[in-house]
């Protein structure tokens, strides 16, 4: 009988047969206990639905520790100066603030980003879809990701930010690069490129809000620079971080979900074909594509006070958790038949947007930008197959391919 302790040892991020089929070692973690101690990252790691879920929502853990402790207080290190910029660009970000902070700068946000302005970019996000989808068609073969994904995504927000969609390749470059950062395996190397691509990022966008603040244009930039909520105001170390957050979350969310639900769909006989046939619409597809592969494997909290139980497990005030999303959106305790892509399962409460305070301010836009591909896909291509065998990028934290190509 296999030990729970050589269970967690086949849990090697950096073993290339794990990342390109995570999912059995996933599951018998899972099914093997609901928490344990990864040595290698000095986590706490939780690997069943229910236990994750309540995390995410759980006020007594949060996304830093700094507004309320000092790295000495819990015994570790200083923040690494060689990487300021990264740090300067997370340090606004609503992905790592935590109340009163993200409170303030969410409700100014939220604000602009409303579900009427998604709404009303819809008429555009459908006519990024078929100019490229278009082109799509005319190359015959294509690969999803490059000709028509990453161009798309970036477009989109970029559109909404207001920034000209001829900088779009720098920042689909510049995220590209800094992503990589939130890997639980990265080198030097990794953390330069990414310290130099996040001080190239701020100083773009503190010249483009300069230039929102002559040339006001009605944008989400724009906007941001402008709203005002009982006399509170965003800075524009703020707003930096703000529209940067959502340019890195929103595509690499957006892209990774069209190329890993593509896949799934035509990896499964019969399913793409419940889309095509108008069995299952393109906005019941989104759910199970954000489930089934998850874009976000791992995310992470802090226990900011005493007397957290998780599973049974005391934590300390100081103590790291990891939420393995890919371990609880395959739950047999939440989901029926987790295991089976079924297109038309339709079950919106997934984690694949997070939960809880830091529930992804982007849901309702990914969800209709996928949507909208999902859909334009089925119109144009209803005979879609995979041209080849696709490959993950060799990363755990966020899953995405590296190409995905595919004939009609």
Known sequence: MVSV????????????SFIADPYPVLNDLREATPIFWNERTGQWTLTRFTDVYETLRDRR???????????????????DA????????????????????????????????TPKAVTALRPRIEGFADELLDHCRELGAFDLLTDYAQPYSVAVICSMLGVPRSDTRLLLDWSHAIVKMYELSTTD???????????EYIQYTKQLIAAKRAEPDGLLISELVRV??????????EIVSTTMVLVEAGHEATVNTLGNGMRAMLKHEGQ????????????????EMLRWDSPLHLFERWVLEDGVEIAGQGLKVGDEVAMLFGAAQ??????????????????????????????????PLARQEI??????????????????????????????????????
């Open 61 to 79: 853990l949060g996304r830093s520790y700094t507004h309320l402790y000092s790295h000495a207080q819990l015994g570790r290190n200083e923040p």
């Open 272 to 287: 793409w074909q419940r889309v095509v046939g108008g069995e299952v619409a393109a906005r019941v597809a989104v759910e």
């Open 5 to 16: 302790d050589e269970i967690i040892a086949r849990f090697d991020v950096d073993d290339p």
């Open 330 to 363: 395959r739950d047999p305790r939440r989901f029926d038949e987790p295991d089976r892509f079924d297109i038309g399962r339709g079950d919106t409460a997934h984690i694949g947007f997070g939960g809880g305070i830091h529930f992804c301010v982007g849901a």
């Open 189 to 199: 190397t990794i953390r330069a490129a990414a310290n130099t691509a996040a001080a």
């Open 82 to 113: 060689r990487w300021s910029a990264f740090l300067q660009h997370e340090q606004w970000s609503l992905l790592c603030l935590e109340p009163p902070d993200h409170t303030r700068i969410r409700r100014l946000v939220s604000k602009v980003f």
């Open 228 to 237: 005002e909520d009982e006399g509170d105001v965003l800075t524009e170390d």
């Open 371 to 408: 949507e909208v591909s999902v859909a334009g896909l089925a119109d144009r291509f209803p005979d879609l197959k995979l041209a080849e065998e696709p490959t993950y990028h060799p990363n755990f934290v966020i899953r995405g391919l590296t190409a995905l190509r595919l004939e009609r």
